[in-house]
């Protein structure tokens, strides 16, 4: 599409897609490359506030934590710092890595930096295109849990973005908000978008830059026609809603006592309530149930789901119920 040869794909490409959903992340194969200048860090200089990757439009300077054992097998040239903090944070190596050709050259984290002599000076694009494989290593590393607070400035960072590369113009003040809720929440975020800046540059087809994450969760957006947004988000969340109570409705038809406590196991989670408790099926890897409840629809079979049912085998040492629940066309 962006070749312009849409008219030369077959409809037999769309197979499966009738509904009209794209993939997510197609941003991400896009590498524009057009800025004339991008930002080089100075190691030396920073003093690690995150601010840069904070106001960053395009999600393209990021900061990223590397075991000693990473930090040994980066590539050459490949500069890293200890980690500033206390607390969990101090075990790792500290970066901050440019992406140069999904960048725009806007230079917005060279004024947010802080620092007294600045950590980013804007450099020609060609002078810095080394940094592209070390951009590479870096979405590469190991995931680690966030030594910090998400809800700070800094901590926020370290969450991976899931809005990213995205067709805004330079310089954005719009995206690194929309950005910054995607750290915080996007694992489980609806988007009801209302017609505007946020439709051109949050789903211009082919390129999405809203993404998921290692377990392939991520925001689920949809365009509302202008001013209706508001009771598009509506039906969104009664949608949800009505799930979640056919859900109760199917387990109270088993005979489950629905009195007894009942909780959600998060991410945060140290401890069980005694009666029933919802989790996702990969905050359940590792931990066992006496019953197990899962439901899934007959058309759920893809690698992703054929995972999910495993899993949930796997983890009841008593009973387990798996509903298959037939795809409604309504």
């Known amino acids: 599409m962006n070749a312009l040869k849409g008219d030369s794909l077959p409809v037999s490409v769309f197979v499966g897609r009738e509904d009209g959903t794209v993939p997510l992340g197609t941003s991400a194969y896009e590498k524009r490359g057009v800025a004339i200048d991008v930002p080089e860090w100075d190691a030396t200089k920073c003093i690690q506030c995150n601010q840069c990757s904070y106001v960053c439009p395009h999600a393209c300077i990021r900061p990223f934590l590397l075991t000693e054992e990473e930090a040994k097998n980066a590539p050459e040239g490949y500069v890293t710092e200890p980690a500033k903090g206390a607390g969990e944070i101090a075990q790792y190596r500290f970066r901050i890595q440019v992406d140069p050709l999904d960048c725009q050259g806007c230079g917005v984290c060279v004024t947010a930096c802080p620092a007294k002599e600045k950590a980013l000076v804007m450099k020609p694009l060609d002078t810095q295109m080394h940094e592209q494989p070390n951009w590479d290593f870096s979405l590469a590393l190991s995931d680690k849990k966030n030594p910090m607070d ?22 954005c003040g719009e995206t690194p908000y929309a950005k910054l809720v995607t750290q915080l929440f996007g694992d489980r975020m609806y988007v009801a978008n209302a017609t505007g800046c946020s439709s051109i540059w949050g789903g211009s087809a082919p390129s999405m830059p809203y993404t998921t994450n290692k377990d392939g969760r991520g925001p689920a957006w949809a365009n509302s026609l202008f001013e209706d947004n508001a009771e598009y988000g509506l039906g969104m969340a009664s949608a949800v809603k009505q799930m979640r109570n056919g859900l109760k409705e199917k387990l109270e038809n088993t005979g489950f006592d629905m009195e007894n406590r009942f909780s959600y196991l998060h991410r945060d989670s140290n401890s069980f309530c005694k009666g029933l408790t919802v989790t996702t099926f990969y905050l ?46 309504d």
Do not use: W
């Open 284 to 329: 359940a890897k590792g931990l066992e149930f006496d019953q197990v409840f899962a439901l899934y629809t007959t058309q759920d079979n893809t690698p992703l789901h054929r995972q999910a049912r495993y899993i949930c085998a796997t983890r009841a040492l008593h009973e387990l119920y798996m509903y298959e629940v037939k795809a409604s066309q």
């Open 150 to 171: 998400k809800y700070s400035v800094k901590g926020s960072q370290f969450e991976q973005p899931l809005l990213e590369f995205s067709g805004a113009c330079a310089g």
